[in-house]
């Protein structure tokens, strides 16, 4: 899963600015921090195997977590 970052120091900085792209992009309908993503996939049954931030795009955290 990609998912936006939302406490990443970056994201505060461009919404400071009013720079976020990720605020207008209709398919992210959520944006999420590391800490909440991660209690809803515990919280739904899954385990965090691997947390990345992502090279690619900017903001981006990459997460596999697999059904307990």
């Given at each position: 899963?990609?998912?936006?970052?939302?406490?990443?120091?970056?994201?505060?900085?461009?919404?400071?600015?009013?720079?976020?792209?990720?605020?207008?992009e209709?398919e992210?309908?959520?944006?999420?921090?590391?800490?909440?993503?991660?209690?809803?996939?515990?919280?739904?049954?899954?385990?965090?195997?691997?947390?990345?931030?992502?090279?690619?795009?900017?903001?981006?955290?990459?997460?596999?977590?697999?059904?307990?």
């Open positions: 899963m990609l998912a936006p970052n939302s406490e990443s120091m970056l994201w505060e900085i461009l919404t400071i600015k009013d720079a976020n792209s990720y605020w207008g209709i992210y309908y959520h944006n999420f921090s590391r800490a909440r993503l991660c209690a809803l996939l515990e919280q739904f049954e899954f385990s965090v195997v691997h947390f990345a931030l992502s090279e690619r795009y900017r903001l981006g955290m990459e997460i596999i977590a697999k059904r307990d």
